[in-house]
């Protein structure tokens, strides 16, 4: 019975694995992912000119001033220099011919009326916002110069200076760690979303299977060697070989770019690289697991759908109430990770459906305590193994339906026999 | 002597619902024979197949196979090609015979050496690699028979084996087929053709409604339905014979008549109407009445009997 297995597996996985949508979704998607996200970082970083050549029109003369008493030990990217109102037009035409990057206007009481900046490119956000904490230090000044403090440039700079908020993530063992929540939230979020898709994914993929089978009547031969509970286990474990072999090259991937990132850490991507190595080990694991355990439970029931199913239109509407039990959990977890310790969270990381996902969530966010852990994944495998056995009594007889599709009622006796 | 049985059906029932498809069949297969599943579509002959195979499971009755109970090891004995034929159209045709050689649990080198003789033996060995998808029907047909006996089964069971084929193909499956027989493999095949039954297989079974009508060695099943019909042609017009009565059954055209004689009534008898009328015979034949004749005398009797049943 198990080479019989065996044998479908092998199949599912070998024809699967050398389709080309396959090699597109696993490699050619993260590829392109990595090149989308990181490309206009690290492009970012490593273009643009050394310094910027910036005009300034002093109409307050504040600046001006400033300007020309502080010079010597200005080294910035931002090069100022002075000029004044006559020469707009010119100054126009060197930004135009790239000679300077843009010109400033400094109305009177700028401190007040703010300054304008021309320049080509409006968003090179870096040199807007280094400017306007430029024009932040001569504004606070030339306040406190009308207040009649006089102060060095220095004293300035530690007078304005803001205070660093730095977030640390408590943990049960150890020490706290430093973590940075926006990203954190953002590849806990998109780990989460690999599972949402994959699941949806290889549930639609495996039920197409089951129907294409049926629909080709390549269904009857495959009876004739193999028990309907042989021919489904084989079908289940060679996808699900398929979605696992998915999520350790995209695992792969994740770890190059952690890899990379540490490497660089100083140069290109600080707070990403940080996030990876806040991610311990552990943490892969209880991906697989949680995705093994949503694989297994809902693809038996697509299995189960497509062998009532005699053609995909059938389908799309009887497998509708399963795919809203991979949606809701989705949203939910979504909503539930501001707060994955809630009452809602630890409720929900105990039912099956929503746990692999709320948990998951609670386990990479938070640190639940491990007899949690270990309970949901004990209810979740139950609730599984369960829930195989069901579609595997559909799916027996499923597959030599053809035509009308079966009632309701009709599939609840199937259930209980 | 000792019958050697390859398949015996013992008194198996089956139903769908409220439809009755298999009402009580019995028969058995001995091994080494062609043995024909005859009937009218929508007899049970699929249904029969899928029991033997194990597909279905009987509500009642029992399936034997080399006179043991039906048991899932036993799936690897059959080679079965269904009606409705079928194949993984973007396998290539190499790896698809070899997932179903395998999943027979035929894991030899010789595998591979079988299925290039079968490529061979049927001129598709130049697509080997190609896929399912890129064959004509044709083509397709014969992949699908190479599939049924790649794993060298002992007991092939054929449903429909002949349907939607070219004559060439229908050709060379027969031959193969017979090749098959005479390695001393038990081939079992279903059909609602007659003529072809006729001419292929050692025993036949009869079914309809879900009942054996008949079943036995061809040629007792002859002898017993077969006594004194009569083929006459002649040029002249001869409808006239269907004024008469010594016939239980008839078939009569203007020029051509086939018709079985009331018991007690003598070819000769006939003979005589047509010297009197002075009907000049093209042919005047007293023979074994085909299959067809007796397929559809049995079934109509069948029915007689089913009415009268209701009737009372």
């Not at chain 1, 996985?13 to 979704?25: A, D, L, M, Q």
């Not at chain 1, 990203?183 to 994914?201: A, D, G, K, N, P």
């Given at each position: 019975?198990?080479?019989?297995?065996?044998?479908?597996?092998?199949?599912?996985?070998?024809?699967?694995?050398?389709?080309?949508?396959?090699?597109?979704?696993?490699?050619?998607?993260?590829?392109?992912?990595?090149?989308?996200?990181?490309?206009?970082?690290?492009?970012?970083?490593?273009?643009?000119?050394?310094?910027?050549?910036?005009?300034?029109?002093?109409?307050?003369?504040?600046?001006?001033?400033?300007?020309?008493?502080?010079?010597?030990?200005?080294?910035?990217?931002?090069?100022?220099?002075?000029?004044?109102?006559?020469?707009?037009?010119?100054?126009?035409?060197?930004?135009?011919?790239?000679?300077?990057?843009?010109?400033?206007?400094?109305?009177?009481?700028?401190?007040?009326?703010?300054?304008?900046?021309?320049?080509?490119?409006?968003?090179?956000?870096?040199?807007?916002?280094?400017?306007?904490?430029?024009?932040?230090?001569?504004?606070?000044?030339?306040?406190?110069?009308?207040?009649?403090?006089?102060?060095?440039?220095?004293?300035?700079?530690?007078?304005?200076?803001?205070?660093?908020?730095?977030?640390?993530?408590?943990?049960?063992?150890?020490?706290?760690?430093?973590?940075?929540?926006?990203?954190?939230?953002?590849?806990?979020?998109?780990?989460?979303?690999?599972?949402?898709?994959?699941?949806?994914?290889?549930?639609?993929?495996?039920?197409?299977?089951?129907?294409?089978?049926?629909?080709?009547?390549?269904?009857?031969?495959?009876?004739?060697?193999?028990?309907?509970?042989?021919?489904?286990?084989?079908?289940?474990?060679?996808?699900?070989?398929?979605?696992?072999?998915?999520?350790?090259?995209?695992?792969?991937?994740?770890?190059?770019?952690?890899?990379?990132?540490?490497?660089?850490?100083?140069?290109?991507?600080?707070?990403?690289?940080?996030?990876?190595?806040?991610?311990?080990?552990?943490?892969?694991?209880?991906?697989?697991?949680?995705?093994?355990?949503?694989?297994?439970?809902?693809?038996?029931?697509?299995?189960?759908?497509?062998?009532?199913?005699?053609?995909?239109?059938?389908?799309?509407?009887?497998?509708?109430?399963?795919?809203?039990?991979?949606?809701?959990?989705?949203?939910?977890?979504?909503?539930?990770?501001?707060?994955?310790?809630?009452?809602?969270?630890?409720?929900?990381?105990?039912?099956?459906?929503?746990?692999?996902?709320?948990?998951?969530?609670?386990?990479?966010?938070?640190?639940?305590?491990?007899?949690?852990?270990?309970?949901?994944?004990?209810?979740?495998?139950?609730?599984?193994?369960?829930?195989?056995?069901?579609?595997?009594?559909?799916?027996?007889?499923?597959?030599?339906?053809?035509?009308?599709?079966?009632?309701?009622?009709?599939?609840?006796?199937?259930?209980?026999? | 002597?000792?019958?050697?049985?390859?398949?015996?059906?013992?008194?198996?029932?089956?139903?769908?619902?409220?439809?009755?498809?298999?009402?009580?069949?019995?028969?058995?297969?001995?091994?080494?024979?062609?043995?024909g599943?005859l009937?009218?579509?929508?007899?049970?002959?699929?249904?029969?197949?899928?029991?033997?195979?194990?597909?279905?499971?009987?509500?009642?009755?029992?399936?034997?196979?080399?006179?043991?109970?039906?048991?899932?090891?036993?799936?690897?004995?059959?080679?079965?090609?269904?009606?409705?034929?079928?194949?993984?159209?973007?396998?290539?045709?190499?790896?698809?015979?070899?997932?179903?050689?395998?999943?027979?649990?035929?894991?030899?080198?010789?595998?591979?050496?079988?299925?290039?003789?079968?490529?061979?033996?049927?001129?598709?060995?130049?697509?080997?690699?190609?896929?399912?998808?890129?064959?004509?029907?044709?083509?397709?047909?014969?992949?699908?028979?190479?599939?049924?006996?790649?794993?060298?089964?002992?007991?092939?069971?054929?449903?429909?084996?002949?349907?939607?084929?070219?004559?060439?193909?229908?050709?060379?499956?027969?031959?193969?087929?017979?090749?098959?027989?005479?390695?001393?493999?038990?081939?079992?095949?279903?059909t609602h053709n007659m003529e072809e039954a006729e001419k292929?297989?050692?025993?036949i079974?009869l079914?309809?409604?879900?009942?054996?009508?008949?079943?036995?060695?061809?040629?007792?099943?002859?002898?017993?339905?077969?006594?004194?019909?009569?083929?006459?042609?002649?040029?002249?017009?001869?409808?006239?014979?269907?004024?008469?009565?010594?016939?239980?059954?008839?078939?009569?055209?203007?020029?051509?008549?086939?018709?079985?004689?009331?018991?007690?009534?003598?070819?000769?008898?006939?003979?005589?109407?047509?010297?009197?009328?002075?009907?000049?015979?093209?042919?005047?034949?007293?023979?074994?009445?085909s299959l067809r004749r007796i397929f559809v005398?049995?079934?109509?009797?069948?029915?007689?009997?089913?009415?009268?049943?209701?009737?009372?």
């Open positions: 019975m198990f080479w019989k297995i065996r044998e479908v597996l092998r199949r599912e996985y070998i024809e699967r694995v050398r389709k080309k949508s396959f090699w597109i979704s696993t490699f050619v998607l993260p590829l392109l992912f990595l090149l989308f996200t990181f490309l206009p970082l690290f492009l970012g970083t490593v273009s643009g000119p050394k310094v910027y050549k910036i005009g300034i029109v002093d109409e307050d003369g504040y600046v001006k001033e400033k300007l020309t008493s502080e010079k010597k030990g200005d080294k910035g990217k931002l090069r100022f220099f002075l000029t004044d109102k006559s020469e707009i037009s010119k100054l126009k035409k060197d930004v135009l011919n790239k000679k300077i990057t843009g010109y400033i206007v400094i109305p009177h009481e700028f401190e007040s009326k703010g300054i304008s900046f021309y320049t080509l490119n409006t968003n090179n956000v870096k040199l807007i916002k280094s400017i306007a904490e430029k024009f932040r230090e001569f504004a606070v000044s030339k306040r406190l110069k009308k207040m009649n403090l006089n102060l060095t440039s220095d004293e300035m700079k530690k007078i304005i200076e803001g205070v660093k908020v730095e977030t640390f993530k408590v943990k049960k063992k150890g020490k706290a760690e430093k973590s940075n929540f926006g990203i954190s939230f953002l590849v806990v979020f998109s780990f989460i979303f690999i599972l949402y898709m994959i699941l949806i994914m290889y549930g639609a993929i495996s039920m197409r299977g089951v129907i294409e089978e049926k629909s080709s009547r390549i269904m009857e031969v495959l009876l004739s060697m193999y028990s309907p509970f042989e021919l489904m286990m084989g079908k289940l474990l060679g996808i699900g070989f398929v979605g696992l072999t998915q999520i350790v090259v995209y695992m792969i991937f994740a770890g190059i770019i952690g890899f990379f990132a540490a490497v660089q850490a100083v140069l290109i991507l600080p707070q990403i690289a940080e996030v990876f190595k806040n991610f311990n080990f552990s943490i892969f694991i209880y991906y697989i697991v949680f995705f093994l355990l949503g694989y297994f439970m809902y693809t038996s029931m697509f299995l189960g759908i497509g062998s009532l199913c005699s053609t995909e239109e059938d389908a799309q509407n009887i497998q509708a109430p399963v795919v809203f039990l991979i949606v809701i959990p989705f949203v939910s977890t979504i909503y539930l990770i501001q707060n994955p310790d809630s009452l809602v969270s630890v409720i929900f990381s105990f039912i099956p459906f929503f746990s692999p996902m709320v948990m998951f969530m609670r386990i990479a966010t938070t640190s639940p305590p491990f007899w949690q852990v270990l309970l949901s994944i004990v209810i979740t495998a139950l609730f599984t193994i369960f829930s195989v056995k069901l579609s595997a009594k559909i799916f027996r007889i499923g597959v030599l339906m053809y035509g009308k599709r079966p009632s309701f009622k009709e599939i609840f006796r199937w259930m209980r026999e | 002597m000792e019958r050697d049985l390859a398949i015996e059906v013992l008194d198996v029932e089956k139903s769908f619902g409220d439809v009755k498809a298999l009402d009580g069949i019995t028969f058995s297969i001995e091994r080494g024979e062609i043995f599943l009937g009218p579509n929508g007899a049970g002959k699929t249904t029969t197949i899928r029991t033997i195979l194990g597909i279905i499971l009987p509500d009642s009755g029992e399936i034997r196979v080399n006179g043991e109970r039906f048991s899932s090891k036993m799936r690897d004995i059959f080679g079965y090609l269904p009606e409705e034929r079928g194949l993984y159209r973007k396998m290539r045709v190499g790896d698809l015979i070899l997932f179903f050689g395998r999943s027979k649990g035929f894991f030899s080198r010789e595998l591979h050496e079988k299925i290039d003789f079968w490529l061979k033996k049927m001129e598709l060995f130049e697509y080997k690699n190609k896929k399912i998808e890129e064959l004509s029907k044709g083509m397709q047909q014969k992949i699908q028979f190479v599939i049924t006996v790649i794993s060298n089964p002992d007991i092939i069971i054929l449903d429909e084996p002949f349907s939607g084929l070219d004559p060439i193909n229908r050709d060379l499956f027969k031959e193969i087929i017979l090749d098959l027989n005479g390695e001393g493999k038990t081939i079992i095949y279903s292929l297989s050692n025993s079974c079914i309809n409604r879900g009942k054996v009508l008949i079943f036995g060695k061809l040629g007792e099943v002859k002898e017993k339905y077969g006594t004194n019909s009569i083929v006459v042609e002649s040029e002249d017009d001869i409808s006239f014979l269907r004024d008469y009565d010594f016939f239980s059954e008839v078939d009569i055209y203007k020029n051509y008549a086939e018709f079985t004689l009331k018991e007690g009534v003598k070819p000769i008898e006939i003979l005589k109407i047509f010297t009197e009328k002075g009907i000049n015979l093209k042919k005047f034949q007293v023979l074994e009445p005398s049995s079934v109509k009797e069948e029915e007689r009997r089913a009415e009268g049943v209701l009737e009372n």
